[in-house]
């Protein structure tokens, strides 16, 4: 957010007017506590100063923004349900693909695999987590699967925290074996949950090829599968390779490389 604001502010700012940033950190008390975060809205809204609110999505606190009509831009969430609540008035702005499209691109790239191998029609299956980030794959599998043809499995849910998937991957391969897994692992340990996944297939004899969505996309997993993890592949949201982005992070901060939604919010910001 620093590194965005002083390249803003160095091409001008905003109308000639430099943006400043006046941070709040959604931890603590505020952390998950509707109540709080309402509050919040209730003061940023009282400030005249601020003319926009840029950063984590919060549905307790989108309302009262919206009403003062100050923009709420967010560069990092992905939850389809956002913009089915907020599509209305122009307020609410998200510079990230919802996980809907993402899993538009994996049911795609899996139609397409099973075209090149030349199979009738390509089957898929999809194991996705019960809270708010797998529950959009839920809502969105049997609709996107259908549009492109593709043979469903009845997708299943399982508990992230529950500390195993294997009865969630044992209730789906009672419909067979799928072609491809569209895998959502997700809670507190999604890579404990992808390598379960991966595993548990394996132990069955099932073939499928695995796709996983991108809260898997870490070296651990990798590390923790080791042969296992051949064959894995899956997508993640991501700047544009050709726009130097990445480059001009590292060369700026020092950092290998920036935090996954490093570029959505200079979008944002830019947008401010």
Same mark, same amino acid.
């Given at each position: ?47 005249? +100063? ?10 307790? /606190? ?18 389809? +349900? ?19 499209? /993402? ?52 997708? &299943? ?39 379960? /996944? ?12 695995? /796709? ?27 700047? +544009? ?25 200079? +979008?944002?910001?830019?947008? &401010?």
């Amino acid at each position: 957010y620093d590194w965005a604001f002083t390249i803003i502010n160095r091409a001008g700012g905003a109308g000639g007017r430099p943006l400043e940033a006046k941070y709040v950190e959604l931890t603590g008390a505020l952390a998950d506590t509707p109540s709080a975060e309402e509050a919040l809205a209730t003061d940023l809204v009282a400030d005249r +100063d601020v003319v926009a609110v840029v950063g984590t999505f919060s549905y307790a /606190m989108a309302p009262k923004l919206v009403a003062a009509k100050i923009p709420y831009l967010t560069p990092e969430t992905a939850d389809a +349900d956002v913009f089915r609540a907020f599509h209305e008035g122009g307020y609410v702005w998200r510079t990230l693909e919802s996980d809907s499209t /993402m899993l538009w691109f994996l049911l795609a790239e899996a139609k397409g695999r099973g075209e090149k191998a030349g199979q009738a029609r390509t089957s898929v299956a999809l194991l996705t987590s019960t809270d708010s980030y797998g529950t959009t794959f839920f809502d969105w599998f049997g609709f996107h699967s259908t549009e492109l043809g593709l043979a469903a499995f009845s997708p &299943v849910q399982y508990d992230p925290n529950s500390g195993s998937c294997e009865g969630a991957v044992d209730d789906l391969l009672l419909q067979g074996v799928p072609d491809f897994l569209i895998g959502v692992p997700s809670g507190k340990d999604p890579v404990a949950q992808a390598a379960c /996944m991966v595993r548990t297939l394996k132990a069955r004899g099932a073939t499928s090829q695995v /796709m996983l969505a991108d809260s898997a996309r870490v070296p651990g997993l990798l590390t923790a599968l080791g042969p296992d993890a051949e064959g894995l592949s899956g997508y993640q949201a991501a700047p +544009d390779p050709s726009g130097g982005f990445a480059d001009a992070f590292s060369r700026h901060t020092g950092l290998a490389e920036p935090p996954q939604h490093a570029a959505n919010v200079l +979008d944002a910001l830019a947008l &401010v």
